[in-house]
Protein backbone atom coordinates (compact mmCIF):
# COMPACT_ATOMS: atom_id res chain seq x y z
CA UNK A 1 0.00 0.00 0.00
CA UNK A 2 1.83 3.59 -1.02
CA UNK A 3 1.31 6.66 0.99
CA UNK A 4 -1.81 7.77 -0.61
CA UNK A 5 -3.60 4.18 -0.41
CA UNK A 6 -2.75 4.53 3.56
CA UNK A 7 -3.94 8.36 3.78
CA UNK A 8 -7.21 7.45 2.15
CA UNK A 9 -7.70 4.11 4.33
CA UNK A 10 -6.96 6.10 7.55
CA UNK A 11 -9.55 8.76 6.66
CA UNK A 12 -12.12 6.14 5.53
CA UNK A 13 -11.89 4.42 8.55
CA UNK A 14 -12.33 8.21 10.48
CA UNK A 15 -15.85 8.24 8.25
CA UNK A 16 -14.58 10.20 5.73
CA UNK A 17 -16.15 9.70 2.15
CA UNK A 18 -16.11 13.51 0.44
CA UNK A 19 -12.97 15.50 0.03
CA UNK A 20 -13.96 19.35 -0.45
CA UNK A 21 -10.78 20.37 -2.73
CA UNK A 22 -10.62 24.38 -1.42
CA UNK A 23 -8.26 27.05 -2.99
CA UNK A 24 -8.67 30.42 -2.53
CA UNK A 25 -9.23 33.28 -5.72
CA UNK A 26 -7.93 36.83 -6.17
CA UNK A 27 -10.44 38.24 -3.28
CA UNK A 28 -10.05 35.94 -1.17
CA UNK A 29 -12.78 33.90 -1.44
CA UNK A 30 -12.53 30.13 -0.73
CA UNK A 31 -13.51 28.07 -3.94
CA UNK A 32 -13.56 24.62 -4.45
CA UNK A 33 -15.43 21.40 -5.48
CA UNK A 34 -16.58 17.75 -3.53
CA UNK A 35 -14.25 14.67 -4.77
CA UNK A 36 -15.13 11.36 -3.79
CA UNK A 37 -12.64 9.68 -1.26
CA UNK A 38 -11.43 7.46 -3.64
CA UNK A 39 -9.71 9.87 -5.90
CA UNK A 40 -7.59 11.23 -3.45
CA UNK A 41 -4.24 10.25 -5.28
CA UNK A 42 -5.57 12.17 -8.15
CA UNK A 43 -5.99 15.36 -5.94
CA UNK A 44 -2.76 14.91 -3.94
CA UNK A 45 -0.79 14.07 -7.81
CA UNK A 46 -2.00 15.90 -10.46
CA UNK A 47 -5.15 18.33 -8.64
CA UNK A 48 -8.43 18.59 -9.03
CA UNK A 49 -9.06 20.35 -12.51
CA UNK A 50 -11.44 24.06 -12.73
CA UNK A 51 -11.56 26.21 -16.01
CA UNK A 52 -9.31 28.44 -15.55
CA UNK A 53 -11.01 31.69 -16.77
CA UNK A 54 -13.80 30.70 -14.37
CA UNK A 55 -11.93 32.23 -11.29
CA UNK A 56 -11.16 35.74 -10.52
CA UNK A 57 -7.55 36.80 -10.99
CA UNK A 58 -6.42 34.07 -13.19
CA UNK A 59 -6.18 36.01 -16.74
CA UNK A 60 -6.19 32.70 -18.12
CA UNK A 61 -7.20 31.74 -21.62
CA UNK A 62 -10.72 30.36 -22.75
CA UNK A 63 -9.10 27.61 -24.98
CA UNK A 64 -5.78 25.25 -24.67
CA UNK A 65 -3.42 23.66 -22.13
CA UNK A 66 -3.32 26.93 -19.69
CA UNK A 67 -7.52 26.69 -19.91
CA UNK A 68 -6.92 24.15 -16.89
CA UNK A 69 -6.74 25.11 -13.58
CA UNK A 70 -5.87 22.33 -11.13
CA UNK A 71 -5.50 22.49 -7.63
CA UNK A 72 -3.23 20.33 -6.15
CA UNK A 73 -4.33 18.92 -2.79
CA UNK A 74 -1.12 19.50 0.06
CA UNK A 75 -1.73 16.71 2.14
CA UNK A 76 -0.53 18.67 5.76
CA UNK A 77 -3.61 20.51 5.41
CA UNK A 78 -6.13 17.40 5.34
CA UNK A 79 -8.55 18.13 7.70
CA UNK A 80 -12.60 16.34 8.42
CA UNK A 81 -14.84 19.42 8.60
CA UNK A 82 -17.45 19.07 11.80
CA UNK A 83 -20.22 20.77 10.36
CA UNK A 84 -20.34 18.85 6.97
CA UNK A 85 -19.80 14.88 8.12
CA UNK A 86 -17.65 12.75 5.87
CA UNK A 87 -16.27 15.50 4.14
CA UNK A 88 -12.41 16.69 4.78
CA UNK A 89 -10.85 19.40 3.50
CA UNK A 90 -7.88 19.65 1.58
CA UNK A 91 -6.01 23.06 0.92
CA UNK A 92 -4.43 22.58 -3.07
CA UNK A 93 -1.70 25.13 -4.66
CA UNK A 94 -2.69 26.31 -8.40
CA UNK A 95 -1.13 24.44 -10.79
CA UNK A 96 -1.23 25.35 -14.78
CA UNK A 97 -0.35 23.63 -18.03
CA UNK A 98 2.38 21.39 -15.19
CA UNK A 99 3.84 24.42 -13.46
CA UNK A 100 3.04 25.83 -10.20
CA UNK A 101 0.89 28.55 -11.50
CA UNK A 102 2.31 32.15 -10.72
CA UNK A 103 -0.75 34.32 -9.82
CA UNK A 104 -2.18 31.69 -7.67
CA UNK A 105 -2.61 33.34 -4.17
CA UNK A 106 -1.07 30.41 -2.35
CA UNK A 107 1.82 30.22 -4.31
CA UNK A 108 2.49 33.50 -4.26
CA UNK A 109 3.30 33.18 -0.72
CA UNK A 110 4.93 30.43 -0.77
CA UNK A 111 7.50 32.79 -3.17
CA UNK A 112 7.31 35.28 -0.42
CA UNK A 113 8.37 32.37 2.02
CA UNK A 114 10.98 30.61 0.12
CA UNK A 115 12.76 33.88 0.25
CA UNK A 116 12.24 34.11 3.61
CA UNK A 117 13.93 30.47 4.13
CA UNK A 118 16.87 31.48 1.85
CA UNK A 119 17.60 33.21 5.10
CA UNK A 120 16.98 30.17 7.30
CA UNK A 121 14.26 32.53 8.40
CA UNK A 122 10.76 32.13 8.88
CA UNK A 123 7.59 33.85 10.11
CA UNK A 124 5.33 33.75 12.25
CA UNK A 125 1.87 35.34 12.15
CA UNK A 126 -1.18 35.70 14.75
CA UNK A 127 -4.68 37.10 12.99
CA UNK A 128 -7.45 38.20 13.97
CA UNK A 129 -10.72 38.54 12.15
CA UNK A 130 -12.84 40.90 13.17
CA UNK A 131 -16.72 40.03 12.24
CA UNK A 132 -20.27 41.03 12.11
CA UNK A 133 -23.66 39.14 12.69
CA UNK A 134 -26.18 40.41 10.52
CA UNK A 135 -29.89 39.76 9.78
CA UNK A 136 -31.37 40.77 5.83
CA UNK A 137 -34.01 43.40 6.31
CA UNK A 138 -37.49 42.73 3.83
CA UNK A 139 -37.17 45.52 2.02
CA UNK A 140 -33.44 45.29 1.30
CA UNK A 141 -30.59 45.97 3.32
CA UNK A 142 -28.52 44.77 6.68
CA UNK A 143 -28.90 45.16 10.02
CA UNK A 144 -27.71 43.99 13.41
CA UNK A 145 -28.73 40.37 14.08
CA UNK A 146 -29.31 40.71 17.47
CA UNK A 147 -31.91 43.79 17.93
CA UNK A 148 -31.02 44.34 21.48
CA UNK A 149 -27.32 45.22 20.63
CA UNK A 150 -27.75 48.81 21.32
CA UNK A 151 -25.16 50.33 23.48
CA UNK A 152 -23.11 53.79 22.58
CA UNK A 153 -19.74 51.41 23.93
CA UNK A 154 -20.38 47.96 22.54
CA UNK A 155 -17.30 46.89 22.94
CA UNK A 156 -16.86 43.55 25.09
CA UNK A 157 -20.92 43.78 25.74
CA UNK A 158 -21.50 40.45 28.01
CA UNK A 159 -25.44 41.10 27.27
CA UNK A 160 -25.21 40.61 23.24
CA UNK A 161 -21.95 38.00 23.57
CA UNK A 162 -24.15 36.06 25.53
CA UNK A 163 -27.30 35.92 23.07
CA UNK A 164 -25.08 35.32 20.03
CA UNK A 165 -23.47 32.59 22.34
CA UNK A 166 -25.06 29.60 20.70
CA UNK A 167 -23.64 30.51 17.13
CA UNK A 168 -20.46 31.52 18.86
CA UNK A 169 -19.94 28.38 20.28
CA UNK A 170 -20.72 26.08 17.13
CA UNK A 171 -18.04 28.29 15.74
CA UNK A 172 -15.68 27.84 18.35
CA UNK A 173 -15.79 23.77 18.93
CA UNK A 174 -15.94 23.65 14.96
CA UNK A 175 -12.90 25.54 15.05
CA UNK A 176 -11.28 23.41 17.98
CA UNK A 177 -12.02 20.11 16.53
CA UNK A 178 -9.68 21.28 13.68
CA UNK A 179 -7.12 22.08 16.01
CA UNK A 180 -6.87 25.26 16.37
CA UNK A 181 -6.41 26.57 19.45
CA UNK A 182 -8.99 29.70 20.02
CA UNK A 183 -8.04 32.01 22.87
CA UNK A 184 -10.73 34.88 23.03
CA UNK A 185 -14.32 35.65 21.46
CA UNK A 186 -15.34 38.90 22.09
CA UNK A 187 -18.13 41.75 20.88
CA UNK A 188 -16.44 44.29 19.30
CA UNK A 189 -16.57 47.91 18.99
CA UNK A 190 -19.93 48.28 16.66
CA UNK A 191 -22.93 46.81 17.04
CA UNK A 192 -23.14 43.56 15.71
CA UNK A 193 -19.40 43.16 15.31
CA UNK A 194 -17.17 39.97 16.83
CA UNK A 195 -13.90 39.14 17.31
CA UNK A 196 -12.35 35.46 17.19
CA UNK A 197 -8.60 34.84 17.73
CA UNK A 198 -6.44 31.97 17.49
CA UNK A 199 -3.01 31.08 18.18
CA UNK A 200 -0.44 32.48 16.03
CA UNK A 201 1.18 30.11 13.69
CA UNK A 202 3.53 29.58 10.44
CA UNK A 203 2.38 32.28 8.17
CA UNK A 204 1.13 29.90 5.34
CA UNK A 205 -0.78 27.91 8.02
CA UNK A 206 -1.92 30.92 9.21
CA UNK A 207 -3.54 31.53 5.78
CA UNK A 208 -5.12 28.44 5.32
CA UNK A 209 -6.57 28.79 8.67
CA UNK A 210 -8.21 31.64 8.23
CA UNK A 211 -9.65 30.71 5.17
CA UNK A 212 -10.99 27.50 7.46
CA UNK A 213 -12.20 30.28 9.40
CA UNK A 214 -14.49 31.86 7.16
CA UNK A 215 -15.57 27.97 5.92
CA UNK A 216 -16.77 27.40 9.47
CA UNK A 217 -18.02 31.51 10.30
CA UNK A 218 -20.46 31.09 7.09
CA UNK A 219 -21.82 27.15 8.09
CA UNK A 220 -22.65 28.56 11.54
CA UNK A 221 -24.35 31.66 10.29
CA UNK A 222 -26.35 29.89 8.13
CA UNK A 223 -27.31 27.56 10.85
CA UNK A 224 -28.67 30.03 13.16
CA UNK A 225 -30.23 31.92 10.26
CA UNK A 226 -27.63 34.89 10.33
CA UNK A 227 -25.76 36.18 7.84
CA UNK A 228 -21.69 36.60 8.61
CA UNK A 229 -20.28 39.58 7.20
CA UNK A 230 -16.65 40.54 6.62
CA UNK A 231 -17.63 43.90 4.43
CA UNK A 232 -15.32 46.30 5.93
CA UNK A 233 -17.85 48.71 7.19
CA UNK A 234 -21.50 47.93 6.97
CA UNK A 235 -22.84 51.11 8.89
CA UNK A 236 -21.55 54.74 8.39
CA UNK A 237 -21.21 55.81 12.01
CA UNK A 238 -19.51 53.14 13.01
CA UNK A 239 -15.77 50.86 13.80
CA UNK A 240 -15.29 48.96 10.74
CA UNK A 241 -13.47 45.55 10.79
CA UNK A 242 -10.04 45.21 10.62
CA UNK A 243 -8.40 41.52 10.21
CA UNK A 244 -4.62 42.50 12.23
CA UNK A 245 -1.66 40.26 11.90
CA UNK A 246 0.53 39.85 14.91
CA UNK A 247 3.92 39.53 13.43
CA UNK A 248 7.42 38.06 14.66
CA UNK A 249 10.47 36.68 12.32
CA UNK A 250 12.49 34.02 13.58
CA UNK A 251 15.70 31.89 13.11
CA UNK A 252 15.16 28.51 14.76
CA UNK A 253 13.97 28.85 18.19
CA UNK A 254 15.23 32.57 17.54
CA UNK A 255 13.11 35.68 17.46
CA UNK A 256 14.90 37.83 15.27
CA UNK A 257 12.50 40.79 16.38
CA UNK A 258 13.69 40.52 20.45
CA UNK A 259 14.89 43.87 21.56
CA UNK A 260 18.54 43.58 22.22
CA UNK A 261 18.66 46.75 24.32
CA UNK A 262 16.45 47.35 27.77
CA UNK A 263 13.63 49.53 26.44
CA UNK A 264 13.50 48.89 23.22
CA UNK A 265 10.29 46.58 21.58
CA UNK A 266 12.11 45.29 18.34
CA UNK A 267 15.62 44.45 17.45
CA UNK A 268 17.82 46.75 14.86
CA UNK A 269 16.34 44.24 12.36
CA UNK A 270 12.79 44.44 13.92
CA UNK A 271 12.94 48.19 13.04
CA UNK A 272 14.59 47.72 9.37
CA UNK A 273 11.51 45.48 8.98
CA UNK A 274 8.92 47.98 10.22
CA UNK A 275 10.76 50.52 8.18
CA UNK A 276 9.56 48.84 4.87
CA UNK A 277 6.43 48.21 5.63
CA UNK A 278 6.00 51.87 6.73
CA UNK A 279 8.45 52.60 3.20
CA UNK A 280 5.61 50.73 1.50
CA UNK A 281 2.42 51.18 2.94
CA UNK A 282 0.42 53.17 0.12
CA UNK A 283 0.99 49.59 -2.26
CA UNK A 284 0.57 47.04 0.51
CA UNK A 285 -3.20 49.61 1.00
CA UNK A 286 -4.21 47.82 -1.93
CA UNK A 287 -3.73 44.33 -0.52
CA UNK A 288 -5.03 45.05 2.74
CA UNK A 289 -7.75 47.14 1.95
CA UNK A 290 -9.07 45.56 -1.26
CA UNK A 291 -12.62 46.54 -1.71
CA UNK A 292 -14.28 49.96 -2.15
CA UNK A 293 -15.67 49.66 1.34
CA UNK A 294 -12.41 49.78 2.91
CA UNK A 295 -11.41 53.58 2.61
CA UNK A 296 -14.80 54.32 4.34
CA UNK A 297 -12.83 52.29 7.44
CA UNK A 298 -9.42 53.99 6.64
CA UNK A 299 -10.53 57.55 7.03
CA UNK A 300 -11.14 60.57 9.95
CA UNK A 301 -14.46 60.34 10.88
CA UNK A 302 -17.20 60.53 14.24
CA UNK A 303 -18.04 57.07 15.75
CA UNK A 304 -20.53 56.44 17.82
CA UNK A 305 -18.18 55.26 20.39
CA UNK A 306 -15.62 57.57 20.01
CA UNK A 307 -13.42 55.81 17.92
CA UNK A 308 -12.35 54.15 14.73
CA UNK A 309 -9.42 51.92 15.77
CA UNK A 310 -8.83 51.95 12.04
CA UNK A 311 -5.23 53.82 11.33
CA UNK A 312 -5.38 56.95 8.44
CA UNK A 313 -1.64 57.74 9.00
CA UNK A 314 1.86 56.01 8.23
CA UNK A 315 3.21 55.69 11.85
CA UNK A 316 4.64 53.16 14.32
CA UNK A 317 4.60 53.56 18.27
CA UNK A 318 4.82 51.49 21.58
CA UNK A 319 1.55 49.85 22.18
CA UNK A 320 0.19 52.40 20.09
CA UNK A 321 -3.21 51.45 18.42
CA UNK A 322 -3.71 54.69 16.87
CA UNK A 323 -0.67 53.74 14.40
CA UNK A 324 -0.27 51.73 11.31
CA UNK A 325 2.02 49.86 12.93
CA UNK A 326 1.89 48.89 16.92
CA UNK A 327 4.85 47.52 18.38
CA UNK A 328 5.03 44.86 20.87
CA UNK A 329 8.18 43.09 22.77
CA UNK A 330 9.76 40.65 19.93
CA UNK A 331 6.55 41.14 17.50
CA UNK A 332 4.41 44.23 15.83
CA UNK A 333 1.02 44.29 14.53
CA UNK A 334 0.08 45.52 11.25
CA UNK A 335 -3.23 47.43 11.94
CA UNK A 336 -3.75 48.33 8.36
CA UNK A 337 -5.68 44.88 7.06
CA UNK A 338 -9.38 44.75 6.79
CA UNK A 339 -11.20 42.01 6.94
CA UNK A 340 -11.75 41.62 3.42
CA UNK A 341 -8.20 41.21 2.24
CA UNK A 342 -6.84 38.09 0.98
CA UNK A 343 -4.17 36.75 3.77
CA UNK A 344 -2.68 34.86 1.25
CA UNK A 345 -1.49 37.81 -0.97
CA UNK A 346 -1.53 40.28 1.96
CA UNK A 347 1.19 38.29 3.84
CA UNK A 348 3.07 38.26 0.67
CA UNK A 349 3.36 42.01 0.21
CA UNK A 350 4.30 42.34 3.86
CA UNK A 351 6.95 40.18 3.66
CA UNK A 352 8.54 42.05 0.70
CA UNK A 353 7.98 45.39 2.25
CA UNK A 354 9.53 43.93 5.32
CA UNK A 355 12.84 42.88 3.40
CA UNK A 356 12.84 45.25 1.30
CA UNK A 357 13.60 47.57 4.63
CA UNK A 358 16.19 45.06 5.71
CA UNK A 359 18.33 45.09 3.26
CA UNK A 360 18.22 48.85 2.56
CA UNK A 361 18.70 49.27 6.79
CA UNK A 362 15.45 51.64 6.09
CA UNK A 363 14.74 53.52 9.59
CA UNK A 364 11.63 53.80 10.48
CA UNK A 365 11.72 56.73 12.26
CA UNK A 366 10.94 58.18 15.53
CA UNK A 367 8.15 56.45 17.51
CA UNK A 368 4.45 57.86 17.38
CA UNK A 369 3.38 58.08 21.45
CA UNK A 370 0.68 60.38 20.11
CA UNK A 371 -3.01 59.48 20.16
CA UNK A 372 -3.26 60.30 16.24
CA UNK A 373 -6.92 60.48 16.33
CA UNK A 374 -7.20 63.46 18.93
CA UNK A 375 -4.53 65.51 17.47
CA UNK A 376 -6.16 68.84 15.42
CA UNK A 377 -4.53 69.87 12.13
CA UNK A 378 -1.52 72.06 13.93
CA UNK A 379 -0.38 68.58 15.73
CA UNK A 380 -0.28 66.67 12.53
CA UNK A 381 1.03 68.82 10.45
CA UNK A 382 4.51 69.03 13.29
CA UNK A 383 4.59 65.33 13.39
CA UNK A 384 4.10 65.42 9.57
CA UNK A 385 3.13 61.82 8.49
CA UNK A 386 2.50 60.65 5.63
CA UNK A 387 -1.39 59.51 5.18
CA UNK A 388 -2.73 56.32 3.24
CA UNK A 389 -4.24 56.32 -0.01
CA UNK A 390 -8.04 57.82 0.70
CA UNK A 391 -9.91 55.53 -2.17
CA UNK A 392 -9.11 52.27 -4.06
CA UNK A 393 -7.63 54.06 -7.06
CA UNK A 394 -5.58 55.63 -5.33
CA UNK A 395 -4.44 52.54 -3.50
CA UNK A 396 -4.14 50.96 -6.97
CA UNK A 397 -2.30 53.33 -8.12
CA UNK A 398 0.72 53.55 -5.55
CA UNK A 399 0.55 49.51 -6.09
CA UNK A 400 1.32 49.73 -9.49
CA UNK A 401 4.24 52.52 -8.89
CA UNK A 402 5.45 50.02 -6.39
CA UNK A 403 8.03 47.59 -8.38
CA UNK A 404 8.87 45.60 -4.65
CA UNK A 405 5.09 44.68 -3.50
CA UNK A 406 4.34 44.36 -7.22
CA UNK A 407 7.27 42.14 -8.14
CA UNK A 408 6.23 40.42 -5.33
CA UNK A 409 2.71 39.47 -6.38
CA UNK A 410 4.30 38.43 -9.87
CA UNK A 411 3.70 39.80 -13.63
CA UNK A 412 -0.02 38.03 -13.87
CA UNK A 413 -1.75 38.46 -10.87
CA UNK A 414 -0.27 42.21 -10.35
CA UNK A 415 -2.20 43.03 -14.01
CA UNK A 416 -5.14 41.13 -12.85
CA UNK A 417 -5.93 42.63 -9.55
CA UNK A 418 -4.95 46.37 -10.65
CA UNK A 419 -7.29 45.34 -13.51
CA UNK A 420 -10.26 44.24 -11.38
CA UNK A 421 -9.90 46.55 -8.83
CA UNK A 422 -10.04 49.43 -11.25
CA UNK A 423 -13.16 48.05 -12.58
CA UNK A 424 -14.62 48.02 -9.19
CA UNK A 425 -13.76 51.31 -8.59
CA UNK A 426 -15.37 52.97 -12.07
CA UNK A 427 -18.64 50.45 -11.60
CA UNK A 428 -18.86 52.57 -7.69
CA UNK A 429 -17.87 56.00 -9.47
CA UNK A 430 -20.74 55.08 -11.78
CA UNK A 431 -23.65 54.78 -9.18
CA UNK A 432 -25.76 57.28 -8.12
CA UNK A 433 -26.56 56.74 -4.08
CA UNK A 434 -29.38 57.66 -1.91
CA UNK A 435 -27.50 60.52 -0.56
CA UNK A 436 -26.61 62.29 -3.31
CA UNK A 437 -30.35 62.56 -4.59
CA UNK A 438 -31.51 63.27 -0.95
CA UNK A 439 -28.47 65.99 -1.53
CA UNK A 440 -28.86 67.57 -4.95
CA UNK A 441 -32.05 66.33 -6.39
CA UNK A 442 -33.94 69.53 -5.35
CA UNK A 443 -31.16 71.69 -3.96
CA UNK A 444 -30.40 74.04 -7.26
Known amino acids: ?88 RIVGDGVVDGRPFDACPRQVLRRALARLAERGW ?7 PEFFLLKRLPGGGYAPLDDHDRLDKPS ?70 AVFSLMPKPFADQPGSGMHFHVSLWAGDHCLFDAERAGDDLSPLGRHFVAGVLAHAPAL ?15 VYDSITGTTWAPVWVAHGPNNRTALVRTLRGRFEWRLPDASANPYLALAGLIAAGLD ?50 AALGETLAHEFARLKRAEWQAYAQQVTPWELARYAERF
Open 1 to 88: MNDADALRQRLHDAGVHTLLVQFADVHGTPKGKLVPLAHLATVLEAGAGFAGPSIWGTGLARTGPRSEYLARGDAATLQPLPWQPGVA
Open 122 to 128: RLEVGIE
Open 156 to 225: YDLKSLARAQPLLHDLRTWLEACGLDVTQVDHEDAHGQYELNFTHADALVAADRLMLFKLAAQAAAEKHG
Open 285 to 299: CALAAPTVNSYKRLA
Open 357 to 406: GVDRALDPGPACHDDLYALDTVGHAALALPRLPTDLARAVDALEADGVVG
